[in-house]
């Protein structure tokens, strides 16, 4: 998956200039972007958040909600350590490896802008890297309160669909913003900074507040994993 985030990147920088002018500016003014940078720079961003956030769901599935259903929860339980630091070591991986994904996907996005330097000013690639990290960190935050759904979910298919409307909620402004940008007249605050292209209209702040996100999520995402963990140990749904 990280190939995957890093061939998204990839394939942006080298098709995407090749769109029609119309559509180009079709997504710069829906998405309120500046210049080529900006559009670049958004579609990275989609890149790096969808392989993230699904190679993570591909494994949190199996921390509880897979040996639930293959009948091993009961098995694996038995062993001499407390529920909540099993869910948790057993959750820590995952998250880890999402974590990866995400730096790897997000520092390959800014190094094709780095690269690709003549495209625009508006977003540097230091503030991309920043909005790719902050993704990260919102993905590895919300996998691991999965966990607490998961553990009372029996059937792996609806714990899928849980995980990607949780998905789709964090996704869904953006499409908003671009098919039904009067959503959101009358409020320029709080609901513009929900949408994908804040990151970029911030990307000054996102330089230090992207790592900064990252690290806050591991100990939080690590808390949550154990919470997931002590709600199994003090219910019956083995």
């Known amino acids: 998956m990280m190939t995957v985030g890093v061939l998204c990147v990839v394939f942006n920088h080298l098709v995407l200039p090749l769109f029609p002018e119309r559509a180009l500016a079709f997504m710069r003014v829906g998405f309120r972007l500046e210049d080529m940078a900006g559009v670049l720079a958004l579609n990275d961003l989609m890149g790096v958040y969808f392989p993230t956030f699904f190679v993570g769901l591909t494994g949190s599935l199996g921390v509880v909600l897979l040996a639930r259903e293959e009948h091993r929860l009961e098995l694996l339980l038995a062993k001499p350590v407390r529920t909540a630091d099993f869910v948790a070591a057993r959750a820590l991986p995952v998250l880890a490896w999402t974590a ?3 730096v ?3 520092t390959a996005m800014a190094i094709a802008l780095a690269v690709q ?7 540097t690639p230091l503030g991309a890297l920043g909005g790719g990290l902050l993704l990260t960190a919102l993905a590895v935050v919300l996998l691991a309160a999965l966990q607490i759904a998961f553990v009372r979910i029996r059937d792996p298919f609806t714990g899928l669909l849980v995980a990607c409307g949780a998905w789709l909620g964090t996704s869904m402004p953006t499409a908003v913003l671009l098919y039904r940008p009067d959503a959101f007249a009358g ?3 709080a609901l513009h900074n929900l949408v994908m292209p804040s990151l970029l209209w911030h990307e000054a702040t996102l330089r230090w507040l992207g790592p900064l996100s ?3 999520a591991l100990p939080l995402a690590l808390v949550l994993a154990r919470a997931a963990g002590a709600w199994l140990e003090r219910s019956d749904a083995l």
């Open 117 to 123: 330097g003549g495209v625009g000013t508006s977003v």
């Open 214 to 216: 990252l690290l806050l």
């Open 100 to 102: 990866a994904v995400g």
């Open 104 to 106: 790897v996907s997000s």
């Open 187 to 189: 409020h320029p605050g």
